[in-house]
Protein backbone atom coordinates (compact mmCIF):
# COMPACT_ATOMS: atom_id res chain seq x y z
CA UNK A 1 0.00 0.00 0.00
CA UNK A 2 1.47 3.22 -0.77
CA UNK A 3 2.12 5.97 1.43
CA UNK A 4 1.67 8.93 -0.35
CA UNK A 5 -1.39 10.94 0.30
CA UNK A 6 -3.65 11.39 -2.46
CA UNK A 7 -3.45 14.59 -4.75
CA UNK A 8 -6.22 15.93 -6.04
CA UNK A 9 -6.75 16.78 -9.77
CA UNK A 10 -9.70 18.06 -11.21
CA UNK A 11 -10.66 17.67 -15.02
CA UNK A 12 -13.51 19.22 -16.81
CA UNK A 13 -15.56 18.26 -20.15
CA UNK A 14 -14.95 14.89 -18.41
CA UNK A 15 -17.42 13.08 -20.12
CA UNK A 16 -16.01 14.72 -23.46
CA UNK A 17 -13.23 13.03 -26.09
CA UNK A 18 -10.41 13.86 -24.57
CA UNK A 19 -11.15 12.99 -20.96
CA UNK A 20 -12.53 9.01 -22.37
CA UNK A 21 -8.75 9.31 -23.95
CA UNK A 22 -7.00 10.85 -20.38
CA UNK A 23 -8.92 9.75 -17.16
CA UNK A 24 -8.45 6.25 -17.61
CA UNK A 25 -3.92 6.77 -17.71
CA UNK A 26 -4.48 9.16 -14.96
CA UNK A 27 -5.82 6.86 -12.69
CA UNK A 28 -3.81 4.47 -13.63
CA UNK A 29 -0.42 6.43 -12.33
CA UNK A 30 0.85 7.79 -15.74
CA UNK A 31 0.49 11.39 -15.68
CA UNK A 32 1.72 11.91 -11.48
CA UNK A 33 3.31 8.36 -10.94
CA UNK A 34 2.41 4.85 -10.08
CA UNK A 35 3.05 5.76 -6.40
CA UNK A 36 0.82 8.53 -6.53
CA UNK A 37 -2.56 8.19 -5.36
CA UNK A 38 -5.20 10.52 -6.98
CA UNK A 39 -8.95 11.74 -6.51
CA UNK A 40 -10.76 12.84 -9.36
CA UNK A 41 -12.61 15.55 -9.39
CA UNK A 42 -14.88 15.59 -12.53
CA UNK A 43 -16.64 18.55 -13.82
CA UNK A 44 -19.53 18.63 -16.38
CA UNK A 45 -22.05 20.44 -17.91
CA UNK A 46 -25.57 19.68 -16.10
CA UNK A 47 -26.91 17.63 -19.54
CA UNK A 48 -23.81 15.83 -19.27
CA UNK A 49 -23.83 14.27 -15.93
CA UNK A 50 -25.35 11.00 -17.10
CA UNK A 51 -22.97 10.49 -19.33
CA UNK A 52 -20.44 11.07 -16.85
CA UNK A 53 -22.05 8.46 -14.73
CA UNK A 54 -21.04 6.33 -17.40
CA UNK A 55 -17.83 7.16 -17.22
CA UNK A 56 -17.34 7.38 -13.45
CA UNK A 57 -18.69 3.75 -13.65
CA UNK A 58 -16.01 2.08 -15.97
CA UNK A 59 -13.62 4.01 -13.56
CA UNK A 60 -14.82 2.02 -10.81
CA UNK A 61 -14.75 -1.33 -12.91
CA UNK A 62 -11.16 -0.79 -14.01
CA UNK A 63 -10.50 -0.80 -9.87
CA UNK A 64 -7.24 1.26 -10.28
CA UNK A 65 -5.25 1.00 -7.03
CA UNK A 66 -4.41 4.17 -6.86
CA UNK A 67 -8.01 6.13 -7.63
CA UNK A 68 -8.40 7.07 -3.87
CA UNK A 69 -11.64 9.04 -4.91
CA UNK A 70 -13.59 10.55 -7.51
CA UNK A 71 -16.23 13.14 -7.63
CA UNK A 72 -18.61 14.30 -10.23
CA UNK A 73 -20.42 17.51 -10.14
CA UNK A 74 -21.51 20.18 -12.46
CA UNK A 75 -20.55 23.08 -10.34
CA UNK A 76 -16.90 24.41 -10.51
CA UNK A 77 -16.50 25.02 -6.86
CA UNK A 78 -17.00 21.86 -6.21
CA UNK A 79 -15.09 20.07 -8.90
CA UNK A 80 -11.95 22.85 -7.74
CA UNK A 81 -11.96 22.02 -3.64
CA UNK A 82 -8.16 21.70 -3.04
CA UNK A 83 -7.33 20.44 -6.31
CA UNK A 84 -3.55 20.40 -6.70
CA UNK A 85 -3.62 19.92 -10.66
CA UNK A 86 -6.64 20.90 -12.88
CA UNK A 87 -7.09 19.84 -16.72
CA UNK A 88 -9.27 22.38 -18.35
CA UNK A 89 -10.73 20.38 -21.42
CA UNK A 90 -14.30 21.40 -21.52
CA UNK A 91 -15.19 23.73 -24.57
CA UNK A 92 -16.52 23.55 -28.12
CA UNK A 93 -14.56 21.83 -30.11
CA UNK A 94 -14.38 23.37 -34.16
CA UNK A 95 -14.96 21.92 -36.90
CA UNK A 96 -13.61 21.30 -40.89
CA UNK A 97 -13.16 24.97 -42.31
CA UNK A 98 -12.68 26.63 -38.61
CA UNK A 99 -9.73 28.02 -37.24
CA UNK A 100 -9.02 27.61 -33.27
CA UNK A 101 -9.54 31.24 -32.47
CA UNK A 102 -13.51 30.72 -33.93
CA UNK A 103 -14.08 29.50 -31.02
CA UNK A 104 -13.32 32.47 -28.64
CA UNK A 105 -16.78 33.39 -28.42
CA UNK A 106 -18.00 29.86 -27.42
CA UNK A 107 -15.61 28.83 -25.14
CA UNK A 108 -14.19 32.54 -23.62
CA UNK A 109 -17.07 32.84 -20.90
CA UNK A 110 -16.40 29.26 -19.48
CA UNK A 111 -12.81 30.14 -18.80
CA UNK A 112 -13.45 33.13 -17.31
CA UNK A 113 -15.87 31.33 -14.91
CA UNK A 114 -13.74 28.94 -14.00
CA UNK A 115 -10.91 31.13 -13.25
CA UNK A 116 -13.18 32.83 -10.65
CA UNK A 117 -13.41 29.27 -9.11
CA UNK A 118 -10.24 28.39 -8.78
CA UNK A 119 -9.25 31.87 -7.32
CA UNK A 120 -11.98 30.91 -4.51
CA UNK A 121 -11.32 26.83 -3.50
CA UNK A 122 -8.55 25.68 -5.12
CA UNK A 123 -5.26 24.85 -3.52
CA UNK A 124 -2.44 28.31 -3.88
CA UNK A 125 -0.20 25.95 -5.89
CA UNK A 126 -2.48 24.87 -8.19
CA UNK A 127 -1.41 23.61 -11.55
CA UNK A 128 -3.32 24.63 -14.45
CA UNK A 129 -3.16 23.41 -18.03
CA UNK A 130 -5.90 24.64 -20.19
CA UNK A 131 -6.95 22.19 -23.26
CA UNK A 132 -9.84 23.91 -24.41
CA UNK A 133 -9.23 25.91 -27.91
CA UNK A 134 -8.32 28.53 -28.08
CA UNK A 135 -6.03 27.55 -25.30
CA UNK A 136 -3.45 30.11 -24.94
CA UNK A 137 -6.57 33.08 -24.60
CA UNK A 138 -8.74 30.58 -23.02
CA UNK A 139 -5.97 30.13 -20.21
CA UNK A 140 -5.28 34.37 -20.10
CA UNK A 141 -8.83 34.67 -19.08
CA UNK A 142 -8.64 32.14 -16.26
CA UNK A 143 -5.22 33.56 -15.10
CA UNK A 144 -6.66 37.01 -14.97
CA UNK A 145 -9.55 36.15 -13.35
CA UNK A 146 -8.07 34.66 -10.90
CA UNK A 147 -5.67 37.09 -8.97
CA UNK A 148 -5.24 35.46 -5.69
CA UNK A 149 -3.41 33.00 -7.96
CA UNK A 150 0.27 33.34 -9.41
CA UNK A 151 -0.25 33.40 -12.97
CA UNK A 152 2.81 31.08 -13.17
CA UNK A 153 -0.38 28.61 -12.22
CA UNK A 154 -1.56 28.97 -15.62
CA UNK A 155 -0.24 26.96 -18.27
CA UNK A 156 -1.79 26.35 -22.08
CA UNK A 157 -0.83 23.06 -23.85
CA UNK A 158 1.24 22.85 -26.76
CA UNK A 159 2.72 19.50 -26.14
CA UNK A 160 0.68 18.28 -29.04
CA UNK A 161 2.48 20.62 -31.26
CA UNK A 162 5.42 19.68 -29.84
CA UNK A 163 4.95 16.07 -30.08
CA UNK A 164 4.18 16.62 -33.69
CA UNK A 165 6.86 18.31 -34.39
CA UNK A 166 9.62 15.82 -33.17
CA UNK A 167 7.27 12.68 -34.86
CA UNK A 168 8.00 14.47 -38.04
CA UNK A 169 11.80 15.75 -37.92
CA UNK A 170 12.15 12.12 -36.98
CA UNK A 171 10.55 10.03 -39.72
CA UNK A 172 11.71 12.64 -42.30
CA UNK A 173 15.03 12.21 -40.76
CA UNK A 174 15.14 8.27 -40.53
CA UNK A 175 15.56 8.20 -37.03
CA UNK A 176 13.32 8.04 -33.98
CA UNK A 177 11.81 10.85 -31.38
CA UNK A 178 14.40 8.89 -29.00
CA UNK A 179 16.75 11.04 -31.30
CA UNK A 180 15.08 14.29 -31.15
CA UNK A 181 16.09 16.71 -28.60
CA UNK A 182 15.29 20.44 -28.16
CA UNK A 183 12.60 20.77 -30.36
CA UNK A 184 10.43 24.22 -29.93
CA UNK A 185 6.77 25.24 -30.63
CA UNK A 186 6.87 28.89 -30.25
CA UNK A 187 3.80 30.97 -29.65
CA UNK A 188 0.41 30.13 -30.22
CA UNK A 189 -1.54 27.06 -30.59
CA UNK A 190 -2.75 27.78 -33.73
CA UNK A 191 -1.88 27.80 -37.22
CA UNK A 192 0.30 30.78 -37.11
CA UNK A 193 2.64 29.13 -34.31
CA UNK A 194 5.95 28.61 -35.31
CA UNK A 195 7.85 25.19 -34.76
CA UNK A 196 11.63 26.53 -34.87
CA UNK A 197 14.62 23.78 -35.36
CA UNK A 198 17.38 26.03 -34.98
CA UNK A 199 18.36 24.47 -31.81
CA UNK A 200 17.13 21.35 -32.73
CA UNK A 201 19.46 18.17 -32.90
CA UNK A 202 18.72 14.89 -34.03
CA UNK A 203 21.29 11.78 -32.37
CA UNK A 204 23.72 15.35 -31.50
CA UNK A 205 23.89 16.82 -35.44
CA UNK A 206 22.11 19.87 -35.81
CA UNK A 207 18.75 19.35 -37.41
CA UNK A 208 18.92 22.02 -40.27
CA UNK A 209 22.12 20.19 -41.45
CA UNK A 210 20.14 17.15 -41.85
CA UNK A 211 16.67 18.67 -44.14
CA UNK A 212 16.84 21.35 -46.76
CA UNK A 213 15.56 24.65 -45.85
CA UNK A 214 12.87 24.66 -48.66
CA UNK A 215 11.39 21.24 -46.96
CA UNK A 216 11.30 23.37 -44.16
CA UNK A 217 10.13 26.47 -44.20
CA UNK A 218 7.00 25.30 -47.20
CA UNK A 219 6.42 21.74 -45.73
CA UNK A 220 7.66 21.00 -42.07
CA UNK A 221 6.16 24.00 -40.50
CA UNK A 222 2.78 23.96 -42.48
CA UNK A 223 2.56 20.48 -41.45
CA UNK A 224 2.57 20.99 -38.03
CA UNK A 225 1.27 24.07 -38.04
CA UNK A 226 -1.93 22.62 -39.90
CA UNK A 227 -2.15 19.07 -38.16
CA UNK A 228 -5.01 19.71 -36.08
CA UNK A 229 -6.70 20.71 -39.12
CA UNK A 230 -5.85 17.57 -41.20
CA UNK A 231 -6.64 15.29 -38.05
CA UNK A 232 -10.36 17.14 -37.82
CA UNK A 233 -10.73 16.62 -42.38
CA UNK A 234 -9.75 12.63 -41.71
CA UNK A 235 -11.47 11.39 -38.91
CA UNK A 236 -14.25 14.03 -38.80
CA UNK A 237 -13.54 14.83 -35.20
CA UNK A 238 -10.44 16.89 -33.45
CA UNK A 239 -7.82 14.64 -32.46
CA UNK A 240 -8.58 12.89 -29.14
CA UNK A 241 -5.70 10.09 -27.81
CA UNK A 242 -3.19 12.27 -29.18
CA UNK A 243 -4.49 15.40 -26.86
CA UNK A 244 -5.01 13.28 -24.04
CA UNK A 245 -1.21 12.00 -24.15
CA UNK A 246 -0.13 15.30 -24.79
CA UNK A 247 -2.16 16.49 -21.66
CA UNK A 248 -0.46 13.76 -19.59
CA UNK A 249 2.54 14.47 -20.60
CA UNK A 250 2.41 18.32 -20.14
CA UNK A 251 1.50 17.96 -16.56
CA UNK A 252 3.47 14.87 -15.64
CA UNK A 253 6.73 17.23 -16.84
CA UNK A 254 5.83 20.46 -14.66
CA UNK A 255 5.64 17.84 -11.71
CA UNK A 256 8.47 15.48 -12.32
CA UNK A 257 10.61 17.41 -14.07
CA UNK A 258 12.97 17.75 -18.10
CA UNK A 259 15.01 15.19 -18.89
CA UNK A 260 18.21 15.92 -18.89
CA UNK A 261 20.09 18.21 -21.90
CA UNK A 262 16.33 18.26 -22.91
CA UNK A 263 13.35 20.39 -22.96
CA UNK A 264 9.66 21.00 -23.40
CA UNK A 265 7.38 23.31 -24.97
CA UNK A 266 4.82 25.22 -23.23
CA UNK A 267 2.29 27.69 -23.22
CA UNK A 268 3.53 29.96 -20.34
CA UNK A 269 3.09 33.04 -18.60
CA UNK A 270 5.46 36.06 -20.60
CA UNK A 271 7.79 37.89 -18.20
CA UNK A 272 9.00 39.57 -21.43
CA UNK A 273 11.55 37.01 -22.36
CA UNK A 274 12.14 36.79 -25.51
CA UNK A 275 11.16 40.89 -26.43
CA UNK A 276 7.52 39.18 -26.08
CA UNK A 277 4.72 41.02 -24.49
CA UNK A 278 4.34 40.38 -21.02
CA UNK A 279 1.19 38.95 -19.52
CA UNK A 280 0.25 36.89 -22.74
CA UNK A 281 0.44 33.34 -22.75
CA UNK A 282 3.15 32.56 -25.58
CA UNK A 283 4.39 29.06 -25.69
CA UNK A 284 8.56 28.79 -25.09
CA UNK A 285 10.84 26.06 -24.68
CA UNK A 286 10.99 24.96 -20.93
CA UNK A 287 12.45 22.77 -18.58
CA UNK A 288 11.04 22.18 -15.46
CA UNK A 289 12.45 20.78 -12.07
CA UNK A 290 10.67 20.70 -8.64
CA UNK A 291 7.50 21.29 -9.95
CA UNK A 292 8.45 24.71 -11.31
CA UNK A 293 9.15 25.56 -15.04
CA UNK A 294 11.46 27.77 -16.27
CA UNK A 295 11.89 29.17 -20.23
CA UNK A 296 15.07 28.69 -21.20
CA UNK A 297 17.11 31.22 -22.18
CA UNK A 298 19.92 32.05 -24.39
CA UNK A 299 18.57 29.86 -27.37
CA UNK A 300 19.27 31.80 -30.82
CA UNK A 301 16.28 33.87 -32.64
CA UNK A 302 18.43 36.51 -34.02
CA UNK A 303 17.68 35.37 -37.94
CA UNK A 304 14.87 37.44 -39.84
CA UNK A 305 13.12 34.22 -40.28
CA UNK A 306 12.39 33.55 -36.75
CA UNK A 307 11.92 36.75 -35.61
CA UNK A 308 9.37 37.36 -38.19
CA UNK A 309 7.63 34.23 -37.08
CA UNK A 310 7.86 35.33 -33.28
CA UNK A 311 6.53 38.64 -33.66
CA UNK A 312 3.16 37.12 -36.20
CA UNK A 313 1.91 34.79 -33.63
CA UNK A 314 2.78 36.59 -30.73
CA UNK A 315 0.80 39.31 -32.67
CA UNK A 316 -2.77 37.07 -32.94
CA UNK A 317 -1.89 36.63 -29.03
CA UNK A 318 -2.36 40.05 -28.64
CA UNK A 319 -5.55 40.23 -31.05
CA UNK A 320 -7.10 37.28 -29.68
CA UNK A 321 -6.40 39.31 -25.79
CA UNK A 322 -7.91 42.17 -27.22
CA UNK A 323 -10.94 40.47 -28.29
CA UNK A 324 -11.50 39.24 -25.00
CA UNK A 325 -10.59 42.67 -22.98
CA UNK A 326 -14.15 42.33 -21.37
CA UNK A 327 -13.19 39.01 -19.84
CA UNK A 328 -10.09 40.52 -18.12
CA UNK A 329 -10.21 42.15 -15.25
N1 LIG B 1 -4.62 22.39 -27.01
C1 LIG B 1 -4.70 21.32 -27.78
O1 LIG B 1 -3.67 20.85 -28.29
C2 LIG B 1 -6.02 20.64 -28.08
C3 LIG B 1 -6.02 19.41 -28.73
C4 LIG B 1 -7.24 18.78 -29.01
C5 LIG B 1 -8.43 19.40 -28.65
N2 LIG B 1 -8.40 20.59 -28.00
C6 LIG B 1 -9.64 21.24 -27.56
O2 LIG B 1 -10.12 20.57 -26.39
C7 LIG B 1 -11.53 20.84 -26.25
C8 LIG B 1 -12.29 19.56 -25.93
O3 LIG B 1 -12.22 18.65 -27.00
P1 LIG B 1 -13.05 17.27 -27.00
O4 LIG B 1 -12.71 16.58 -28.26
O5 LIG B 1 -12.86 16.55 -25.71
O6 LIG B 1 -14.53 17.85 -27.09
P2 LIG B 1 -15.91 17.13 -26.71
O7 LIG B 1 -17.01 17.94 -27.30
O8 LIG B 1 -15.85 15.68 -26.98
O9 LIG B 1 -15.95 17.28 -25.12
C9 LIG B 1 -16.05 18.52 -24.50
C10 LIG B 1 -16.81 18.30 -23.22
O10 LIG B 1 -16.79 19.51 -22.49
C11 LIG B 1 -18.02 19.64 -21.85
N3 LIG B 1 -18.23 21.04 -21.47
C12 LIG B 1 -18.66 22.07 -22.23
N4 LIG B 1 -18.75 23.19 -21.49
C13 LIG B 1 -18.33 22.88 -20.25
C14 LIG B 1 -18.20 23.60 -19.04
N5 LIG B 1 -18.53 24.88 -18.95
N6 LIG B 1 -17.74 22.95 -17.95
C15 LIG B 1 -17.43 21.64 -18.01
N7 LIG B 1 -17.55 20.89 -19.12
C16 LIG B 1 -17.99 21.50 -20.23
C17 LIG B 1 -19.04 19.11 -22.87
O11 LIG B 1 -20.26 18.73 -22.24
C18 LIG B 1 -18.28 17.92 -23.44
O12 LIG B 1 -18.56 16.71 -22.74
C19 LIG B 1 -11.95 21.52 -27.55
O13 LIG B 1 -12.00 22.92 -27.34
C20 LIG B 1 -10.82 21.17 -28.50
O14 LIG B 1 -10.71 22.11 -29.55
C21 LIG B 1 -7.22 21.22 -27.71
O1 LIG C 1 -7.12 21.43 -34.23
C1 LIG C 1 -8.01 21.44 -33.38
O2 LIG C 1 -8.99 22.20 -33.42
C2 LIG C 1 -7.91 20.46 -32.23
C3 LIG C 1 -6.61 20.58 -31.54
O3 LIG C 1 -6.32 21.89 -31.17
C4 LIG C 1 -5.47 19.99 -32.32
O4 LIG C 1 -4.45 20.64 -32.48
O5 LIG C 1 -5.59 18.82 -32.75
Not at 278 to 296: A, E, H, R
Not at 304 to 325: G, H, N, P, Y
Request: hydrophobic fraction near 45%.
Amino acid sequence: MSMKQPLRVAVTGAAGNISYAMLFRIASGEMLGKDQPVILQLLEITPALDALKGVVMELEDCAFPLLAGIVQTDDATVAFKDVDYALLVGARPRGPGMERKDLLEANAAIFSAQGKALNEVASRDVKVLVVGNPANTNALIAQRNAPDLDPRNFTAMTRLDHNRAMAQLAGKTDSTVNDVKKMIIWGNHSSTQYPDLTACTVNGKPALDLVDRDWYENTYIPEVQQRGAAIIKARGASSAASAANAAIAHMRTWALGTDENDWVSMGVYSNGEYGIAKGLIYSFPCTCSNGDWSIVDGVDVSSDFSKEKMAATEQELSEERDAVAHLLP
